[in-house]
């Protein structure tokens, strides 16, 4: 070949390899500037609006949320509730530390959807510990569900180490380190949102969009609701996506339900209480440094009736092996007959949480360092104009909870009060 023509055929191959760049340029441009359209969707609550894109996430997007307000937290908590949906929408942090005078970061709610003892120990307390937050008291919400040995409710745990956040963070053994296809999967997963969430898209979004628009199906019931009052699949989500900066998530059915349990029963004696994982999570607990305390959650009438055998044997079997293992087990001391404090019999409304948040204060003084100081109107923290007054204040600190539930000046009834109580 002549030089001539070597020439040409370089310049030949340099105009095909600058073209090629361009638009690959051109293409990741457009590809980073639809991904930064997708993130301000989101972060209006157009898209995914349960999710936060601009994280990297863990099994739930309610999970990668609070993971990430508790990261904001300059010290750790002295307290850190957890349990299942019970906890994480019935203990408001918040009202806890106004009631004792406390910071707010003094406490912090970490609820786990449909978390079991094994999930609690295998997945909760390793993850504080390997984001080396260590509160002086982890505190258990035991909801009826939450002690119980449900074996098929532990594919959770494998669900959280599947996660990317947890993959990143501990290199999954399935995953070859020198693979090309691993390097540029991990390379945008770290930079796009649109690649991380891309399977969140399709099944939280793209389905239930088309399911309503063609099949009219969208609305999600919740059990005994109330049909003058359906509930959005959308409004849904941007619901479950709020959380207060100290990591409580309201209940999103509040005000769709009659607040009575009316479901088929959830368990019975057969079900065994987990009591070889709840042995070993206290264990464990103390090995690490931290003290675990179990927190009674609070049931309407209606479901103790439902389950009435087994939450007594239940019961009692939690307090032997509390009083054996030296472990705190606290009671409400409020009353829990009210309907309008429940959403369904066992999942606390706004007001429940409110009232139950309120009601639990004091015995949690005790465990704080240095002591709190005394409240002269502690004792009368559970009347009607105090629990008004701290739903009001929570309303009113996060505008965004009457918007999202459409709360602009309704008249929400107050336990112990035959008036209704105006809420802004």
């Given at each position: 070949m002549s030089r001539g023509q070597s020439r040409t055929q370089f310049w030949h191959e340099y105009r095909v390899t600058l073209r090629i760049s361009i638009l690959l340029l051109t293409a990741a441009g457009?590809?980073?500037?639809?991904?930064?359209?997708?993130?301000?969707?989101?972060?209006?609550?157009?898209?995914?609006?349960?999710?936060?894109?601009?994280?990297?996430?863990?099994?739930?997007?309610?999970?990668?949320?609070?993971?990430?307000?508790?990261?904001?937290?300059?010290e750790p908590p002295q307290i850190i509730f957890t349990g299942d949906s019970r906890t994480k929408n019935g203990i408001v942090p918040e009202v806890i530390s106004r009631v004792l005078g406390v910071p707010r970061t003094t406490f912090f709610n970490f609820g786990t959807g449909?978390?079991?003892?094994?999930?609690?120990?295998?997945?909760?307390?390793?993850?504080?510990?390997?984001?080396?937050?260590?509160?002086?008291?982890?505190?258990?919400?035991?909801?009826?569900?939450?002690?119980?040995?449900?074996?098929?409710?532990w594919a959770l745990i494998d669900r959280y180490r599947d996660s990317l956040a947890y993959r990143i963070a501990n290199r999954s053994r399935r995953d070859d380190p020198d693979s090309i296809e691993v390097r540029i999967s991990r390379f945008l997963d770290l930079r796009l949102a649109l690649f991380r969430y891309r399977a969140d898209l399709i099944h939280q979004e793209l389905i239930p969009s088309l399911g309503c628009w063609f099949l009219g199906d969208c609305n999600r019931p919740a059990g005994d609701w109330r049909e003058d009052r359906p509930l959005h699949f959308r409004d849904l989500e941007r619901r479950s996506g709020f959380k207060t900066g100290a990591g409580w998530g309201p209940q999103p059915y509040d005000g769709h339900t009659r607040g009575r349990f009316a479901s088929k029963t959830r368990f019975s004696k057969a079900m065994p209480v987990d009591q070889?994982?709840?042995?070993?999570?206290?264990?464990?607990?103390?090995?690490?440094?931290?003290?675990?305390?179990?927190?009674?959650?609070?049931?309407?009438?209606?479901?103790?009736?439902?389950?009435?055998?087994?939450?007594?044997?239940?019961?009692?079997?939690?307090?032997?092996?509390?009083?054996?293992?030296?472990?705190?087990?606290?009671?409400?001391?409020?009353?829990?007959?009210a309907d309008e404090l429940f959403v369904d019999g066992h999942h606390l409304s706004?007001?429940?949480?409110?009232?139950?948040?309120?009601?639990?204060?004091?015995?949690?003084?005790?465990?704080?360092?240095?002591?709190?100081?005394?409240?002269?109107?502690l004792a009368d923290t559970l009347s009607s104009a105090s629990i008004a007054k701290l739903l009001t204040w929570i309303y009113e600190t996060n505008p965004a909870i009457p918007e999202l539930w459409h709360r602009q000046g309704p008249r929400l009834p107050v336990p112990g009060n035959q008036t209704q109580t105006p809420v802004r």
């Open positions: 457009l590809g980073k500037l639809l991904d930064l359209g997708l993130v301000e969707l989101n972060r209006r609550g157009v898209v995914l609006p349960q999710f936060d894109l601009t994280l990297i996430p863990y099994h739930d997007p309610r999970v990668t949320r609070r993971h990430a307000l508790l990261r904001e937290y300059q449909s978390q079991v003892v094994k999930f609690a120990r295998e997945v909760f307390v390793p993850h504080l510990l390997q984001i080396g937050v260590r509160p002086a008291y982890v505190v258990f919400g035991v909801s009826p569900d939450w002690p119980l040995r449900k074996e098929r409710l070889e994982n709840l042995l070993g999570l206290f264990s464990e607990m103390r090995k690490s440094g931290i003290k675990p305390l179990l927190l009674i959650m609070p049931v309407h009438p209606s479901f103790r009736e439902a389950h009435a055998d087994a939450m007594a044997r239940n019961q009692t079997l939690l307090e032997q092996i509390a009083g054996r293992e030296g472990v705190g087990l606290l009671h409400p001391q409020g009353d829990y007959r706004h007001l429940g949480a409110v009232y139950f948040s309120a009601d639990i204060a004091a015995s949690l003084a005790q465990y704080l360092e240095p002591a709190p100081a005394e409240n002269p109107n």
